[in-house]
C-alpha cells in the first residue's frame, strides 16, 4: 500500500478532491437543508396529509443502490416511531418483479430517493406502481433539478417533488451528501422532527470530520484486505452503505461485508480472516444494544481489540470506540447519518492506500456513476 494521505492539498493529485471536498461539507449541507425544509413545510405538508389519512395506506421507501439503502435505514424507524406501515424496497425489485413489490393493490405512498433521477430503474419504478396500483401518490426526493425523475413528476398531479440543496448533488463517484441529505430528509419530513435534530446530526459530524479524520484514515495504514459492517435495526441498512462505499472507492481492492450483529454467526461468520478489519455501529437503544456489544466481544475474541472499531452514540466500555456527540437521545436512524461519515472517511482512506482514484475509481468504465445498460421490458399487469 502507498502511504495514506487525505490532505485537502494533495487530493487533487491523489483523483480524490470532490469526494474529500462532498464528505467534508456534509454538516453545512444539513444547515441548509434545515432552513429549505422548513421553508417548504407547508407545501410538503399539504401535499403528505390527506394522503397519509389514507385508510390502509401502505408507504413505500425506494430507490436503487445507496439510495435504496437511505430507504432501509428510515422505514424501521418510521414504522416505529409512528406506529404505521412503512416499507423499503429497491427500485431494482419493484423493476423485476413489480406483481410481488405491489402484490397488495392498497393505497400506496411511493417515496422515491435518487441522487440524479437518471438511473433507467427510478422512473421505470413509478410507472409501474401506476400501472400496478389502484391508488398510488409520489413523493420525490432527489438532488437533481435536471434529472429524469424531477422532471416526470415536478407538475404531476399526484406528486409533489423535495429538491435537495445544490451541494447535496455530488460530483464524485460515491454518493456521500446526497445520501445523507436524502436519508434525513426523508426522516424529517415524516417524523415531524424539527431543525434542532439536524443541528445535533451536524455537530456530531463536524466533531469527527475536525478531530477524528486522520485517527480514521490512520486505519487504512494496516494491511487489511477485508472490512466487516455489521448493526442492528437502521444500523443494518448502514453497514450495507458503509461496505458498499468501501467496495465502490477501492474498486474491489479492499473486499467488505455486512450483515446484521445477530445475523452474522449463521454463517457468514466465515468471513472472519487475520486480515479482517470489524466495524460495529452499536444501537442507542439499551435492548438492541446488548445484541451489538455480545458481537463486539467475540469479534474482539476472534480478531483482536485493535481489529474492532466500535461506531455509537451511547457510553460503551471501550476507549477507543468512536463517539458520535450528543445524539443519545436521537433515535439511531436520525444518529446513522452521523455514523456513515467516518465510513466515508475510512472508504476513501483505504481507496488512496491502495492506489484508486476514488472521484473515479473505474476509469475504464466498468462500473458507472449512474447506471447503465439497463433495458426497461414491457410489463402487463394482471388486475
Given at each position: ?156 398531479a399526484r406528486s409533489h417533488v423535495v ?126 444494544r446488548r445484541y451489538d456489544l455480545d ?38 436512524a436520525f444518529a446513522a447519518v452521523a ?45
Amino acid at each position: 500500500m502507498t502511504e495514506t494521505t487525505t490532505s485537502i492539498s494533495d487530493a487533487a493529485t491523489r483523483g480524490a478532491a470532490a469526494t474529500i471536498a462532498e464528505i467534508s461539507r456534509q454538516p453545512a449541507v444539513w444547515r441548509e437543508l434545515a432552513d429549505l425544509l422548513a421553508a417548504q413545510g407547508p407545501d410538503v405538508d399539504a401535499f403528505l396529509s390527506p394522503v397519509l389519512a389514507t385508510p390502509g395506506l401502505r408507504v413505500v421507501l425506494t430507490g436503487a443502490g445507496t439510495s435504496a439503502f437511505a430507504g432501509g435505514v428510515a422505514a424501521p424507524a418510521l414504522s416505529r416511531l409512528l406506529h404505521r406501515r412503512f416499507d423499503a424496497v429497491a427500485t431494482t425489485d419493484i423493476v423485476a418483479d413489480p406483481s410481488a413489490a405491489f402484490a397488495e393493490d392498497v393505497p400506496t405512498l411511493l417515496v422515491s430517493l435518487a441522487r440524479s433521477g437518471n438511473s433507467p430503474e427510478s422512473l421505470a419504478a413509478t410507472r409501474l406502481a401506476d400501472e400496478v396500483l389502484s391508488n398510488v401518490h409520489h413523493l420525490v426526493i432527489t438532488c437533481d433539478r435536471t434529472g429524469a425523475l424531477h422532471r416526470a413528476h415536478e407538475a404531476a398531479a399526484r406528486s409533489h417533488v423535495v429538491l435537495m440543496p445544490e451541494q447535496a448533488n455530488d460530483t464524485g463517484f460515491a454518493m456521500t451528501s446526497s445520501f445523507t441529505s436524502m436519508l434525513l430528509t426523508v426522516l424529517t419530513l415524516f417524523s415531524r422532527s424539527g431543525r434542532s435534530a439536524i443541528h445535533s446530526v451536524a455537530a456530531a459530524a463536524q466533531h469527527v470530520i475536525a478531530d477524528r479524520w486522520q485517527d480514521i484514515a490512520s486505519i487504512a495504514s494496516h494491511p487489511y484486505t477485508r472490512v466487516v459492517y455489521l448493526g442492528s435495526g437502521a444500523f443494518s441498512a448502514l453497514a450495507q452503505e458503509a461496505a458498499l462505499k468501501l467496495l465502490e472507492l477501492t474498486a474491489g481492492r479492499v473486499v467488505s461485508f455486512h450483515d446484521s450483529a445477530l445475523g452474522f454467526r449463521h454463517g457468514p461468520k466465515a468471513v472472519l480472516t487475520d486480515d479482517t478489519l470489524a466495524v460495529a455501529f452499536v444501537s442507542a437503544d439499551d435492548y438492541t444494544r446488548r445484541y451489538d456489544l455480545d458481537i463486539v466481544r467475540e469479534l474482539r475474541g476472534a480478531l483482536g481489540n485493535d481489529q474492532v472499531l466500535v461506531i455509537t452514540t451511547g457510553d460503551v466500555d471501550d476507549p477507543n470506540a468512536l463517539h458520535l456527540q450528543g445524539l443519545g437521545d436521537l433515535d439511531d436512524a436520525f444518529a446513522a447519518v452521523a455514523a456513515v461519515v467516518p465510513a466515508q472517511i475510512l472508504a476513501l482512506s483505504f481507496a488512496l492506500a491502495v492506489g484508486t482514484t476514488p472521484d473515479n475509481p473505474f476509469p475504464k468504465g466498468d462500473v458507472n456513476r449512474v447506471v447503465q445498460g439497463v433495458e426497461i421490458h414491457p410489463f402487463v399487469p394482471q388486475r
